[in-house]
């Protein structure tokens, strides 16, 4: 009885030896020797394949480069307005778009022997049975990463500009005394001067009237300044002002070196003379110019006279 039982003990263990395969103990080892293993290493060309295989290859997106070029076009135009605006530079405009997503470029098609031996498993996923036996025989995955490629996309903007024309400069000569200039003292008040260099430089706007160069706001207006006492307005190169000062209404304008400017008026206050014609000055007052009621002269007692209005000379000042 004794031997019949230890015979079927021996006859047991030798039937598990029976089921424990060479190939079974390596399944748990790191690396299984499968066909996709051994289809791997049936030759050395197969494993040198699988450096290719492992190779990832990583391509930045191409970079664009909006680059906007502005074209300013000047349109020159006659009509001087109050002030001469500047013209502000255009600048070029450089802008990068948002950083875009790399992509990443692997192996998808499988070597002709890898379908048979890498699929005979029944494995979902024989590029990664592939990859796996690659490793086991120690072919690791490299990555390598492309130069970014870079784009440049160029548009051009046309900015028109107006610019005005510079224009003619003038000095107002008296037409009384051909002698005399007009210059503007401290106050905005109109004087006559025997220095021709010394006259303020005016041009004549759109609407025939003289303007301050430099300060193309102002204007001649009138003030009402009774002195002397028969002048009543006395004449300012001012902003106008409907609340504070009387605009002055020539008939006759000019826009040449030579040309008569004049045949003047301008509505006062209600004080006896609520229109005065023509101006008038009194060396007496320091040659201030007034416009005068009626065309008559100032009461000055050193000479003063009246006249109808100026002759435009080219100023050659700065």
């Given amino acids: 009885m004794t031997m019949v039982k230890n015979y079927l003990i021996a006859a047991a263990m030798a039937a598990c030896a029976t089921a424990l395969p060479n190939d079974n103990l390596l399944a748990r080892a790191d690396c299984n020797r499968d066909n996709c293993f051994r289809g791997v290493i049936a030759s050395s060309s197969r494993i040198a394949g699988c450096s290719s295989y492992m190779a990832v290859t990583v391509t930045p997106c191409t970079s664009t480069i909006a680059d906007t070029a502005f074209v300013t076009q000047t349109a020159t135009v006659n009509n001087f307005p109050m002030k001469r605006a500047a013209i502000a530079p255009e600048l070029e405009a450089r802008q990068n778009p948002p950083s875009c997503v790399f992509t990443t470029n692997t192996p998808t098609v499988l070597p002709a022997y890898a379908t048979t031996a890498c699929v005979a498993l029944g494995t979902t996923a024989p590029a990664a049975r592939l990859s796996s036996a690659c490793s086991c025989n120690g072919v690791t995955a490299s990555t390598t990463t492309l130069p970014t490629p870079t784009t440049t996309v160029t548009s051009t903007s046309t900015v028109t500009a107006t610019a005005y024309a510079t224009p003619s400069a003038f000095v107002l000569q008296s037409t009384g005394d051909q002698s005399l200039y007009v210059t503007v003292d401290g106050t905005g008040a109109l004087v006559l001067t025997h220095d021709i260099t010394a006259g303020t430089p005016f041009y004549i706007d759109s609407s025939g009237q003289p303007r301050n160069l430099h300060d193309p706001t102002k204007l001649l207006v009138d003030y009402y300044q ?71 002269n100032v009461r000055c007692w050193d000479g003063g006279y009246a006249f109808a209005g100026f002759f435009l000379r080219a100023y050659t000042g700065v």
């Fill in 226 to 296: 009774p002195t002397p006492a028969t002048a009543d307005n006395k004449v300012y190169n001012a902003v106008p002002d409907a609340a504070a000062n009387y605009p002055i209404t020539c008939q006759t304008h000019a826009r040449n070196d030579g040309d008569y400017w004049g045949n003047c008026q301008a509505s006062g206050p209600p004080n006896g003379n609520p229109v005065v014609y023509g101006f008038g000055t009194c060396p007496n007052e320091g040659y201030y110019v007034y416009m005068i009621p009626n065309n008559s």
